[in-house]
């Protein structure tokens, strides 16, 4: 079985989410996980409880630092992806094994406080643009899946699906 990680700063929206739907998407063949490099406390209910309304499970999401997956008994893991701005990209640690790391340029929902509707369609837009892309990357197969590989064409094909989606 294949591991993805998915970094964000705070890990309690686009990480998770990405988290999510790589474990279900391809049971048995690739996991999710997520951590932040500042994690929040928690995941904000309405995340959680959209991401249930997609019939993900939930149970195991929680908001966790990056360090929770480092020192001699950490998880390893054959992707690193990251799903903020590039700074949190370089800001990550060399990983064990020597993963392949690609970066997923995904903006921040700007979520409004008290405008269900909005945010609802916020969640929307992200659940299908990351949905679309993690499909593309599961679809690959292994031998086109290389560091060079990843690291540009997935990116890339992130990219259109976001200038498709606009």
């Known amino acids: 079985m294949k591991r993805v990680l998915f970094i964000c700063r705070s ?3 686009r990480s998770i989410m990405a988290e999510a739907i790589t474990s279900a998407i391809a049971p048995g063949q690739f996991r999710g996980y997520s951590a ?3 994690p929040g406390s928690d995941i904000p209910g309405f995340i959680l409880e959209f991401i249930k309304s ?3 499970p939930t149970a195991r999401l929680k908001s966790k630092s990056y360090e929770h997956f480092t020192g001699l008994r950490a998880t390893k893991f054959d992707y690193v992806i990251t799903t903020c701005d590039k700074k949190v990209f370089e800001a990550c640690p060399v990983w064990p094994g020597q993963p392949t790391c690609a970066h997923w340029n995904i903006a921040v929902p700007e979520f409004r406080p008290g405008d269900d509707a909005f ?3 916020l969640l929307e837009k992200l659940y299908d643009r990351l949905h679309a892309t993690i499909s593309m990357f599961v679809a ?3 031998e086109v899946r290389s560091r060079m590989e990843v690291d540009d064409d997935i990116s890339r094909l992130y990219q259109e699906q976001i200038a498709l989606a606009c």
Do not use: A, T, V
Request: aromatic share 0%; proline share 7%.
């Open 11 to 13: 890990n309690n929206g």
């Open 36 to 38: 932040g490099l500042e």
């Open 54 to 56: 997609r019939g993900l």
């Open 119 to 121: 945010n609802r369609q």
């Open 140 to 142: 690959l197969p292994d």
